[in-house]
Every structure is written in structure tokens, then in C-alpha cells.
């Protein structure tokens, strides 16, 4: 019975379709029905650490029950290649028991706090005979039914950096910088068309003004006008530039019109 | 100029189709009796870990891996901005944007290749070994790249 509870929240979503015998179906669906009583325990898939430096080994749990004074944290270390799994570390009524006579003999520290649900403890000056698995075990009475979690230690000579750093920043960096720069190139280009397009209207009034009243400051305008044409003109073809500043006057007008 | 359109979206597209190949096909290195590409090199020599990574190693090989990926963003991004500026650009008109991101695309696997090239004994620790045909894809999508990207830009649009 305690087995069968264990996996029952994984399989709870396809069991109907696939139970095999009704017995199974029916005790799978009481078990929908009742509150889950399983406690589920996280820790990290593996971790890496260099050799002589500490690392630390999370581990947290789920619990449909508060978190009661009787809980208990216990990780079980499997060298590499070996068979056996021994306990290192014992957390029990608001006290840490650390392996004393092991491999990891005052090298373990207890980092963890109940009241937040972690459990973790940190190993101090790796060695590369550390490599292997740790298991997290949590009790928290009356919840105690649940799989163990597991992680797995690699230590190195250097730490590798973490995959997919460099590839991110390449990517996301040239993405940037290519961003960057069409934003700039378009800002430029937008902000030439507004001057160009302020150019030409003030260059119209200018035209209107001239035309409509031929008042005292006709002469101040029509002294500045050539100098603007030219500016235009010189923008759009150089060869006819000079002529016409020269005689383009009435000719540019009618084209405005 | 039907035909002509056709034969850019065409080389266009076997660009994209290089870079691809190129990218996922695990034949950047053939050796005795195993192959290794961009993705699958440490992991393929499981049976010394410790060697397979070294920090030194990796941020080359993910430098590689980085430029391909971004070789076939900037061509999809090229070839979607191809077929925006196809209907919205005016008679006349060079396609610019278009042009400067498959010369990206172009740059991109260039220095992946080469990247590769000087670095790849860096993580490849196995001296018998040869380039893969997914080596060579990648340096001939590198001159397609630019060239459909300088056509690009040479062309001007008529309606």
C-alpha cells in the first residue's frame, strides 16, 4: 500500500486510460480523491564543484503538512561505482548529527532551515573521491511517504563554465548590437527626411510669402532664397546646380505648383 | 525578371538549407569509429569527463555553436525581410536590409568555420580524425551567403 502511494501522483493523470485491472483503477481513484499524503523532495539533477573548494547541496521538499517539529532531513552518500549507500548526515528534533568517522569527516556543514523547507548542507574541500551520488531523504510525520531525490557531485580541477553562458552572450550580444544599429540607422535616416521635409516647407511659405505679399521685406527674402535652391539643388543633382540658381526661379515655382 | 527572382529565392533558400544541414548533421569530425559535431562532443566521450570539460574548451566550442545559430537567424531574418520589401518597396529601390543581413548570415558561418578550424584540437583531444561533410557544407554556404547577400543589394527593384 505505501508502495503504490508513492508513484501515485505521477500517474494519476493518464491511469484511467491505461490501468490494466479494475482493482488497480479503483485504488488509483480513491487516491485522486483522498489528499495527496506524499512528500515530494527537490534537489539539483548534479552539481559541479572544484577540487578544495566547498559546494553546496540543495534540497527542498513539498509536504501537504505543516512543517512539524518531528521532521527530519537525512543524506545517504553512493561513491562512485560502489554499491552501498552509507548515511552522512541526520537532522532530527532541531539538531544536526554529521558523520564523524567517514569519508566526510568535519567537512560537512549544516546549512539548512526547516521552517523554509530546505535541507541543504554544504561539503567542504572536495576531493575527487567525492564524485558520486547524495540522496536527500525528508520525514516530516505524519508525512512520510515519498521518494528520495537525488543528486550527483562531479568534481574538477577547474569548474567548467556553465554551459550555455558564452553561447547566450554571443547570440544575445551580436543580436543586440545588430538591433542597435538599424535602430540608429532608421533614427538617422527619419530624423534627415524631417529636416529635409522642414527645409522644403519653410522654403514654400517662403515661396507663398513672396507671392502674396510683395511687401517691404521682399528684398531680405529674395536675397535669401537663391542660397536655399541651391542647397536643394545640390542635393538632388549637382550638374544643374548652377543654372539653375542662375534662372531656376520661376521654373522651381512652377514645379511646386 | 520572373526568372531572376526565382534563382534568388532559390539560392536563398539552399543557403538556408547549408546553414541548416550544417548546423544540426553531427559531421563536423569523422573519425575511426565515431563522428562529432557542434552539440554532441563532450557528451559523445562519456568516458572521461573530467578531460571532456575544460572551461577553456567550451567557451570556444559555444562561440561556434553561437555564430551558426546566428548565421541561420540572420538568413530567415533576410529571407522574411526579402518578402516584406518585395511588396512595400518602391520602384527602384535596393533591397538593403535584406542584402546586409544575408552578408551577416554569410559572416557569421565564416567565422564559425574558422573558429572552428584553428580551435577544434582545443576540445578534440582524439588526433585521428578528418572534416565531415557538415564542415564543408558550412565553408560553402560562407561565399553563397555573400554573394545572393551582394545581389541583394546590387538589384534594384522593378515592378
Wanted: proline share 4%; with cysteine; glycine share 8%.
Amino acid at each position: 500500500m505505501l508502495r503504490a502511494l508513492a508513484p501515485a501522483p505521477a500517474m494519476a493523470p493518464g491511469a484511467p486510460s491505461s490501468s490494466p485491472s479494475p482493482i488497480l483503477a479503483v485504488l488509483l481513484f480513491s487516491l485522486v480523491l483522498s489528499p495527496a499524503q506524499a512528500i515530494v523532495v527537490y534537489t539539483d539533477k548534479e552539481v559541479h564543484g572544484a577540487v578544495g573548494s566547498p559546494v553546496t547541496l540543495h534540497c527542498s521538499f513539498w509536504s501537504s503538512e505543516w512543517v512539524s517539529d518531528d521532521i527530519s532531513f537525512t543524506w545517504r552518500y553512493q561513491p562512485e561505482g560502489g554499491r552501498d549507500a552509507i548515511s552522512i548526515f541526520h537532522y532530527a528534533k532541531g539538531q544536526p548529527y554529521i558523520d564523524e568517522v567517514g569519508t566526510f569527516k568535519e567537512r560537512i556543514q549544516w546549512v539548512g532551515d526547516p521552517q523554509w523547507k530546505d535541507g541543504s548542507i554544504v561539503i567542504h574541500n572536495l576531493d575527487y573521491s567525492d564524485n558520486g551520488t547524495f540522496t536527500c531523504d525528508v520525514k516530516n510525520p505524519p508525512d512520510i511517504v515519498g521518494k528520495t531525490s537525488q543528486v550527483t557531485l562531479y568534481v574538477f580541477e577547474k569548474v567548467p563554465t556553465r554551459y550555455g553562458v558564452v553561447l547566450g552572450a554571443v547570440i544575445g550580444g551580436v543580436l543586440g548590437v545588430v538591433l542597435l544599429l538599424l535602430a540608429l540607422v532608421y533614427l538617422v535616416r527619419y530624423c534627415w527626411l524631417r529636416r529635409q521635409a522642414a527645409l522644403q516647407r519653410r522654403l514654400s511659405a517662403m515661396e507663398k510669402g513672396k507671392l502674396h505679399k510683395p511687401g517691404k521685406d521682399t528684398s531680405k527674402r529674395g536675397r535669401q532664397t537663391p542660397v536655399l535652391y541651391a542647397m536643394l539643388d545640390h542635393s538632388r543633382s549637382t550638374k544643374a546646380a548652377s543654372e539653375k540658381k542662375s534662372k531656376g526661379l520661376g521654373e522651381s515655382r512652377k514645379d511646386k505648383k | 525578371m520572373l526568372l531572376l527572382l526565382l534563382g534568388i529565392i532559390v539560392l536563398h533558400v539552399a543557403v538556408l538549407v547549408l546553414l541548416f544541414v550544417s548546423t544540426i548533421v553531427s559531421q563536423w569530425l569523422v573519425g575511426h569509429e565515431y563522428a562529432a559535431d557542434l552539440w554532441q562532443n563532450c557528451t559523445a566521450s562519456t568516458g572521461n569527463v573530467h578531460h571532456c570539460f575544460s572551461s577553456s574548451v567550451n567557451v570556444w566550442l559555444q562561440s561556434v555553436q553561437a555564430t551558426m545559430i546566428l548565421s541561420v537567424i540572420f538568413s530567415v531574418l533576410s529571407l522574411f525581410l526579402f518578402f516584406c520589401q518585395l511588396f512595400t518597396l518602391t520602384k527602384g529601390g535596393r533591397f538593403y536590409i535584406t542584402g546586409v543581413f544575408q552578408v551577416l548570415a554569410g559572416l557569421s558561418v565564416m567565422s564559425a568555420a574558422s573558429i572552428f578550424t584553428a580551435r577544434h584540437l582545443e576540445w578534440h583531444l582524439n588526433s585521428d580524425y578528418s572534416y565531415g561533410f557538415a564542415y564543408i557544407l558550412a565553408w560553402v554556404a560562407f561565399p553563397l551567403a555573400l554573394l545572393s547577400g551582394i545581389i541583394y543589394v546590387i538589384l534594384r527593384k522593378r515592378e
